[in-house]
């Protein structure tokens, strides 16, 4: 097989993937450094980000507040000395992003404006409209192109890790295009792909959310955590999913029941609208199990009313909203509430790492919303995330090039001879000519609504039961699939396959890390356990693949200086 | 009975035949569905070899670009109720070489893309870099260039060009949109830098001022305007060097 040999390969094309790239072609331009990602890059998801990214740059602001928001936020769970780094490290970030031509919205003295959002004491989420991931990512990836050293392969999709004794050596990789697999050797693998989303029916999440990043890593031995934390956010369009973003809220938007109340006085009467996602999230589904959503084609929703900032405000700070309401749902929030119920949008676990993008496996690092360092713990506030892609995409690049400069690669003998294996697995696996009735469509569909419904925003013991059984034999099912072609250019039947292969072991990490969890944290909400228990639980679930399925281990939460207290708003 | 829908697509492989064909399915009609649903309805339901780029399924990501009838759209915000009861024809986006079914080869965009330089340009390079401080920005100078900061490479704008068509060096609307961007980007000191490549004979003077790419754009970019700027300001560009003797 060919190899095509690497200093670092980074893998995703997104935010955190491209600031780690630019990072190091920054300090290392004499490395050989490539971005590998399954789609053109700024296809990558973050471009779906809207409301914002959170950084200190008031003077009423301090780097503490921000902290104590974000560890308040994560239940506790994050990792105090990683949200140190973090707050510390965002405020030089969103100004060097500003520098490669971020258009912030600014003030009127020309300055970097800021909004209001959930779980934040301060006005600091910086934003581009409410199309902030989308400026984000195309400054970045417009900005990664002035470096001539920084190879790319796009769409190319990533099958295996290469790791020999526990150490990583490349990836095995597949040029979508040719259908030709390869060998992409590198002495440091960064792993960026993003979140989990698409095991979900409703999600705003995009395609190519897929859990591969946590699948890779966990096939190849690594340790992935805190997978039963999953986000969703409380404004989901009907029927679709798609985001409408937290800043509708930040900017003065109001949730009504269909009494026309402003439910959020029950359950965060200091925040109201501007409680953290998880809380937000909750009160929806309870008022909705009240009876008091509205009833609809696709179920039951609340309302989401802009009406009162009027045509000018909401074309100048939310137009996206307004662009995917006409789109997507037919409506126009400048005269109508928008239906929202809440999404699933974000995966607070993933591959276990630390401040600086290290995992324990040598010669692997990950960023961004693939990676758990933890700096969003049990729940992320919003604006963070975006803010994440760059303190830790260009932490993990650093981190890297330091690795590389004395690591030594594994052997072109020994990767040939690991990517064998991994290619008969693939050839048995995915592309046997069998005579299994199985399609992936099918299965898909399946697990997405086991864990809409037994994996979703409330949680109990049976349901979770379920899902794992579910989850099981949605796995023996799957060794029964049958590709409809074998043939080799974009073979997207074959993708979508891995994808689902994916996804499938990501699943049963989550469900079964989720029943192990007997407590109620953040954004996982136990019915049966309807409390947070410290005593028990404070810690984070590390998850291995075992023989039998995932083992789990416990992992301490670092405290620095916020020792957990009851969390109201 | 539920009612139905045609959709007429192209298919192309070439590992195993030479020739475009085309298929025609039909599908439960549904007046919500995007064409994008109905595509993966297809190919989870009915066809697992239909090829084709999908990903936000929210007009952002810019993948799902196909002709649709006859024009460039972005398939997730294309509904099938506006051709209903009619049949739909899905190709792949025109002037571009097919790789497979309805996937397009976008290689050389994306090389025409780097050339012209999308990147904030300092006369002093460590200005590039420095995170004391941002720069000042009004929202005034913002309005200078922000329209064309929204173009999403959805290459809608390519399929629909005529010059772009019998020309494939042109260097095309989104580009000199972007290269546009930049210029006039308050931050950017990189214009004479990019002059080389957007004056060029294959740059803003091989337009013919069509506009067809104004009309298919999805996020109103508007490079039509922008390519006759561009004109105007590099002729007078070359008149003012002339006078200064530089030329």
């Not at chain 1, 990602?37 to 740059?57: F, I, Q």
């Not at chain 1, 140190?84 to 405020?91: G, K, L, N, Q």
Request: with cysteine; net charge neutral.
């Amino acid at each position: 097989m060919d190899i095509i040999n690497h200093d670092i390969l980074i893998v995703g094309g997104g935010g955190a993937g491209l600031r780690a790239a630019i990072a190091i072609s920054q300090m290392s331009p004499s490395l050989k450094t490539a971005v590998i990602s399954k789609v053109y890059p700024m296809r990558s998801h973050t471009v779906a980000a809207e409301g914002g990214s959170a950084a200190v740059l008031n003077d009423d602001d301090t780097h503490d507040l921000h902290a104590y928001d974000t560890i308040k936020g994560s239940d506790y769970l994050a990792d105090q000395d990683a949200v140190e780094v973090f707050v510390r490290d965002a405020t030089n970030e969103v100004r060097q992003i500003e520098r490669w031509g971020c258009p912030w919205n600014r003030e009127e003295d020309g300055t970097i404006a800021a909004r209001w959002f959930g779980g934040m004491s301060r006005k600091r989420t910086l934003h581009a409209a409410d199309k902030t991931g989308f400026h984000l990512l195309h400054a970045l990836f417009q900005t990664s192109l002035k470096f001539d050293t920084l190879k790319r392969y796009d769409e190319w999709h990533v099958c295996a890790l290469l790791v020999d004794n526990g150490k990583v050596g490349g990836v095995l990789a597949l040029n979508t295009r040719t259908g030709v697999f390869s060998i992409l050797s590198a002495k440091a693998v960064i792993l960026c792909t993003g979140g989990v989303g698409r095991m979900y029916a409703f999600t705003s999440n995009a395609g190519i959310k897929t859990a591969d990043g946590a699948a890779l890593t966990y096939r190849a031995g690594g340790p992935i955590k805190d997978m039963e934390f999953i986000q969703f956010h409380p404004s989901g369009l009907m029927r679709t999913g798609i985001l409408i973003t937290e800043a509708s809220r930040g900017e003065g938007g109001y949730l009504f029941n269909k009494d026309g109340k402003r439910f959020l006085e029950n359950y965060a009467p200091s925040k109201m609208e501007l409680a953290p996602r998880d809380i937000v999230s909750r009160s929806i589904i309870e008022e909705i199990l009240a009876g008091r959503g509205f009833k609809g084609t696709y179920g039951s929703y609340i309302h989401l009313d802009l009406r009162h900032l009027g045509e000018a405000k909401i074309m100048e700070k939310l137009p996206m909203v307004r662009e995917l309401c006409l789109d997507f749902a037919g409506m126009d929030p400048v005269y109508d509430p928008i239906p929202i119920r809440p999404t699933m949008h974000y995966t607070m676990g993933g591959i276990h790492c630390d401040k600086d993008g290290k995992t324990p496996m040598p010669g692997l690092f990950s960023a961004g919303e693939a990676a758990c360092v933890s700096i969003h713990g049990a729940n992320r506030l919003g604006s963070n995330s975006l803010t994440e892609l760059l303190v830790f995409g260009a932490r993990a690049g650093r981190t890297a090039v330091e690795y590389v400069s004395t690591a030594k690669p594994v052997s072109a003998d020994k990767l040939q001879s690991l990517a064998k294996d991994r290619m008969d697995f693939i050839q048995k696996r995915y592309m046997k000519a069998g005579n299994g009735k199985e399609k992936i469509g099918a299965i898909l569909s399946e697990l997405r609504k086991t864990m809409d419904e037994k994996v979703g925003i409330y949680r109990t013991e049976e349901p979770l039961k379920e899902a794992i059984q579910i989850i099981q034999k949605l796995k023996e099912r799957f060794n029964k699939i049958t590709l409809t072609q074998q043939s080799r250019v974009f073979n997207t039947e074959l993708t979508a396959a891995m994808e689902l292969d994916n996804m499938l072991e990501i699943a049963h990490v989550i469900a079964m890390c989720a029943q192990v969890r007997k407590e109620s944290r953040g954004g996982h909400a136990r019915k049966d356990y309807p409390t947070r228990n410290d005593e028990q639980f404070l810690h984070h679930s590390l998850t291995y693949q075992g023989k039998d399925g995932p083992r789990r281990e416990t992992f301490p939460v670092t405290i620095t200086k916020w020792q957990p207290e009851e969390r109201k708003y | 009975m539920a009612e139905e829908i045609k959709i007429t697509v192209t298919r192309y492989n070439p590992d195993k035949e030479a020739e475009l064909k085309t298929q025609t399915f039909t599908i439960p009609y549904h007046n919500d569905w995007s064409i994008l649903d109905g595509l993966n309805y297809i190919k989870a339901e009915l066809d697992g070899t239909l090829t084709y780029r999908w990903s936000c399924r929210m007009a952002v990501c810019g993948s799902c670009g196909m002709m649709v009838n006859g024009t460039p759209r972005l398939t997730c915000s294309t509904y099938l109720n506006e051709f209903y009861p009619g049949e739909i024809t899905i190709e792949p986006l025109a002037n571009f070489p097919i790789i497979r079914d309805l996937v397009v080869d976008l290689t050389d965009f994306m090389d025409k893309l780097k050339e012209v330089k999308p990147w904030i340009i300092r006369k002093n390079k460590s200005d590039e870099n420095d995170t004391s401080k941002e720069y000042i920005q009004t929202t005034a100078q913002m309005d200078k260039y922000y329209q064309q900061t929204l173009c999403i490479n959805c290459t809608l704008c390519y399929a629909a060009c005529p010059v772009y068509g019998l020309h494939p060096d042109f260097i095309g609307p989104a580009v000199i949109a972007l290269g546009y961007r930049y210029n006039n980007d308050s931050r950017d000191q990189g214009k004479d830098e990019r002059r080389k490549f957007l004056a060029s004979e294959d740059g803003v003077w091989k337009c013919t001022v069509v506009g067809d790419c104004t009309e298919v754009c999805p996020k109103h970019v508007d490079p039509s305007a922008v390519i006759q700027r561009t004109k105007v300001d590099n002729a007078t560009n070359w008149f003012f060097s002339f006078l200064k003797g530089k030329k």
